[in-house]
């Protein structure tokens, strides 16, 4: 008995042994793997930024908010590096747009500006078929969508539009507006804050504009 006992202690050992080695080996096959996503999806997001020096740090101030907004929003983490991923990617069809409509100082005319809005669908269409562990490519899509469906490329409405889209429309405009574009000197923060405000349960979800209003309310800007 005690034979057998010693030989039943000796396997569970051996077993738990083997179990931790295997949870350390995927431990660090996953953080590989992470890096490995993170720096492609850097990569991707940069050959927009070569093209457009005035969205230079665009994306990755737009991922910040919105990773802001999703944690006050007390998501969960994974759902938040989502949120992250695609706000990093979520200009990525403009290198469907030529450079001199990126950069034009004046107003854009009609077909210009309809060829901007056709990056959410190009964006679209390069992720489609990328396994992301998230909806990367939908919120890609969604991301000029308005919950009163006077957004674009499809005039999507209410639930229609996923919250991670909602996440990444606020974080954008409050981006873009706070921020210098060819055609205009940066609005500035407080009256970026204003416009999501003023459309606040018409264009962009409460819940999101008012975890937008959290962050810098109690958290300082994401951006410092």
């Known amino acids: ?3 057998a006992n010693w030989v039943d202690i000796t396997n569970r050992k051996l077993a738990e042994s083997a179990r931790e080695r295997a949870e350390k080996l995927l431990t660090e096959t996953n953080e590989k793997l992470r890096e490995t996503v993170d720096g492609i999806v850097v990569s991707m997001a940069k050959v927009v930024e070569t093209r457009d020096p005035y969205t230079a740090g665009h994306q990755e101030r737009v991922a910040k908010l919105a990773i802001a907004i999703a944690r ?8 938040v590096r989502g949120v992250g ?3 990093v990617l ?22 210009e ?51 991670e889209a909602r996440i990444l429309a606020v974080a954008d405009v409050v981006e873009a507006m706070s921020s210098h ?5 940066g609005l500035g923060l407080k009256q970026a804050l204003d416009e999501v405000v003023r459309l606040r349960g018409t264009g962009f979800d409460e819940k999101v504009v008012d975890a937008c209003l959290a962050v810098f309310d109690g958290d300082g800007s994401p951006w410092d």
């Open 72 to 79: 006050r929003m007390r998501l969960p983490e994974d759902i």
């Open 85 to 87: 991923v695609a706000a």
């Open 181 to 185: 574009r060819p055609y205009r000197a």
């Open 1 to 3: 008995y005690a034979i």
């Open 113 to 163: 500006y309809s060829l901007i809005q056709d990056h959410c669908i190009a964006g679209f269409e390069i992720l489609k078929n990328v396994d992301f562990s998230w909806p990367v490519a939908r919120a890609v899509l969604q991301h000029h969508e308005r919950l009163d469906g006077s957004g674009y490329p499809y005039g999507l409405s209410g639930d229609e539009i996923m919250l």
């Open 90 to 111: 979520h200009d990525l069809g403009k290198i469907d747009v030529p450079a001199e409509i990126l950069s034009k100082p004046s107003r854009l005319k009609d077909k």
